[in-house]
């Protein structure tokens, strides 16, 4: 089991470039999200996921596009790269989200860093 | 805006029992306390989570007040390998899909093991 999978890990862009930050995960989870981290802040939720064609905004949507065509694969597209938007980016994913039966583990990947310069 | 306050950072000897804090004054009746933590650069990693009761698993124990309005992880061993930022969040447990259901990170403790 890979688990959840990002790439690329290290990315610079100049500012107005496009690109796409991938993640994949093999466990057949429905809720997949992703959230980015400033430096001496938390996380901060994007964009999410609870099903394939099913996705919602986060806090921090603006500048970001998503999509769920299939349960593995939940890519986050950065349409035109500002600076504010060097950061490191997290997928994460769980096989369901909420319910009684929702043990409450989210499951991580190792994480996106970006740099726009 | 936060539902938990958590001091921005603690001091634990090695071996000692680390005791984290957090105030979640606001809770509802039907929102959990779900505890994470993340070693440095990599993604935050779960660690347990409860209602009401006391809970223990194999890498921690939470202790929740009885009016459930703070809650302290306990690391009973802390080793080096356990400095990390813990995160505390309160979350509707019986939530699927909506806003509210998602995980929202504040900031956390940064538990410093020293030897």
């Known amino acids: 089991n890979a688990g959840v999978t990002q790439t690329p890990k290290f990315q610079v862009l100049k500012t107005g470039q496009s690109m796409t930050l991938q993640c994949a995960q093999d466990?057949?989870?429905?809720?997949m999200s992703w959230y980015r981290q400033d430096p001496g802040m938390g996380l901060r939720l994007i964009h999410y996921s609870v099903g394939a064609g099913i996705t919602d905004q986060g806090e921090v949507p603006n500048g970001y596009n998503v999509s769920r065509s299939t349960t593995e694969d939940f890519p986050l597209r950065l349409l035109s790269a500002a600076p504010s938007q060097t950061s490191v980016y997290f997928c994460?994913?769980?096989?369901?989200?909420?319910?009684?039966?929702?043990?409450?583990?989210?499951?991580f990947g190792e994480g996106s860093r970006l740099t726009v310069l | 805006d936060a539902k938990t306050t958590q001091p921005p950072s603690m001091d634990c000897a090695e071996g000692r029992a680390a005791n984290l804090p957090c105030n979640h004054s606001?809770?509802?009746?039907?929102?959990?306390v779900y505890w994470y933590r993340q070693i440095h650069s990599q993604g935050p990693q779960y660690i347990i989570h409860g209602l009401k009761n006391n809970e223990t698993n194999e890498m921690a124990s939470l202790i929740i007040t009885e009016d459930r309005k703070s809650s302290t992880l306990i690391l009973p061993h802390a080793t080096l390998r356990d400095t990390a930022v813990y995160y505390c969040?309160?979350?509707?447990?019986?939530?699927?899909?909506?806003?509210?259901?998602?995980?929202?990170f504040g900031k956390g403790t940064k538990l410093s093991v020293k030897p």
């Open positions: 466990m057949n989870h429905e809720y």
């Open positions: 606001t809770i509802s009746g039907n929102e959990y």
């Open positions: 994460a994913s769980s096989y369901t989200f909420g319910g009684a039966e929702w043990g409450g583990e989210l499951f």
């Open positions: 969040i309160v979350r509707v447990g019986e939530n699927y899909g909506g806003s509210q259901g998602n995980l929202i």
